[in-house]
């Protein structure tokens, strides 16, 4: 939900996100699936937290 909240400020459409794979190791466990979008918080020394979101694609 807070995913498509986020597309629907940026007037973007879930497609236009970059994509992963739902068989890519960083989503083991999560039980994503095609159709999916995932928030990826990811830590960095100069920017603090960067956060990204990627549409889950068959794979």
Do not use: C, H, M, N
Request: proline residues 8%; aromatic residues 6%; charged residues 30%.
């Amino acid at each position: 939900e807070e995913a498509y909240k986020v597309l629907k400020e940026l007037g973007i459409r879930p497609d236009q996100l970059p994509w992963i794979k739902a068989s890519d190791p960083a989503l083991r466990g999560l039980g994503a699936k095609p159709g999916d979008i995932v928030r990826i918080i990811r830590k960095s020394p100069t920017a603090g937290e960067v956060v990204v979101y990627r549409f889950v694609i068959a794979g």
